[in-house]
Nanobody, 113 residues
Framework: QVQLVESGGGLVQAGESLRLSCAAS????????LDWYRQAPGKQREWVAR???????YFVDSVKGRFTISRDNAKRTVYLQMNSLKAEDTAVYYC???????WGQGTQVTVSS
């Protein structure tokens, strides 16, 4: 079974940027859509973004215009570029293969105001 590993989280100040990575153990992103989710303390997990096989991207309204998503098939990695971060973006971020129940372990993003 494929494994996903997120990285790139950290502590930043409001207005700064982070780039999260989701690395797969084998080449899957050319044949599978990839979702990013996040879960803030005390809240339910929330869908954030999707990158489709065809390259289309979709975002939750709260991050539109600030987040972008891309992939590097050669590196088996999908990236979530997060700009103009806000305190409300603080959460554990997870990547997930759309058509399966395969999740990464998550990476913590903390935005201080």
């Amino acid at each position: 079974q494929v494994q996903l590993v997120e990285s790139g989280g950290g502590l930043v100040q409001a207005g700064e940027s982070l780039r999260l990575s989701c690395a797969a153990s084998r080449s899957i992103f050319s044949t599978n859509d990839l979702d990013w989710y996040r879960q803030a303390p005390g809240k339910q997990r929330e869908w954030v973004a999707r990158l489709t096989v065809s390259g289309n991207t979709y975002f939750v309204d709260s991050v539109k215009g600030r987040f972008t998503i891309s992939r590097d098939n050669a590196k088996r990695t999908v990236y979530l570029q997060m700009n103009s971060l806000k305190a409300e973006d603080t959460a554990v971020y997870y990547c997930k293969i759309f058509s399966s129940d395969v999740w990464g372990q998550g990476t913590q993003v903390t935005v201080s105001s």
